[in-house]
Nanobody
Framework: QVQLVESGGGLVQAGGSLRLSCAAS?????????MGWYRQAPGKRRDLVAA???????TYADSVKGRFSISRDNAKNTVYLQMNSLKPEDTAVYYC???????????????WGQGTQVTVSS
């Protein structure tokens, strides 16, 4: 099974930046999988923020386009989320996951990592 460890969250003022990392392990096929970042605010569902295919094609939620950037290092089985111009509404627990493209877009996974908390103060 794939293990996922998210890191890099914290408290930042509005307009600031954070870089999240997600290290994946446990499978020799990770480099061919799509990887995605998700977030879940209190009382809300978990939504896709950004995804990146093995070939580097990216997808973003409308709310983060132009502010967030997803990238990956296949040699390290790690995906990053660079978050700029952060807003209070970006406050959430951020998770990553990996799988085939439809699963990543739908967020249809049974197992998730512990996530990393991002808090943006106004």
């Amino acid at each position: 099974q794939v293990q996922l460890v998210e890191s890099g969250g914290g408290l930042v003022q509005a307009g600031g930046s954070l870089r999240l990392s997600c290290a994946a392990s446990g499978s020799s096929f990770l480099r061919i999988k799509t990887m995605g970042w998700y977030r879940q605010a209190p009382g809300k569902r978990r939504d896709l923020v950004a995804a990146i295919t093995s070939g580097g094609t990216t997808t973003y939620a409308d709310s983060v386009k132009g502010r967030f950037s997803i990238s990956r290092d296949n040699a390290k089985n790690t995906v990053y989320l660079q978050m700029n111009s952060l807003k209070p509404e970006d406050t959430a627990v951020y998770y990553c996951n990996t799988g085939d493209f439809p699963s990543v877009i739908a967020g249809s996974f049974d197992r998730w990592g512990q996530g990393t908390q991002v808090t943006v103060s106004s």
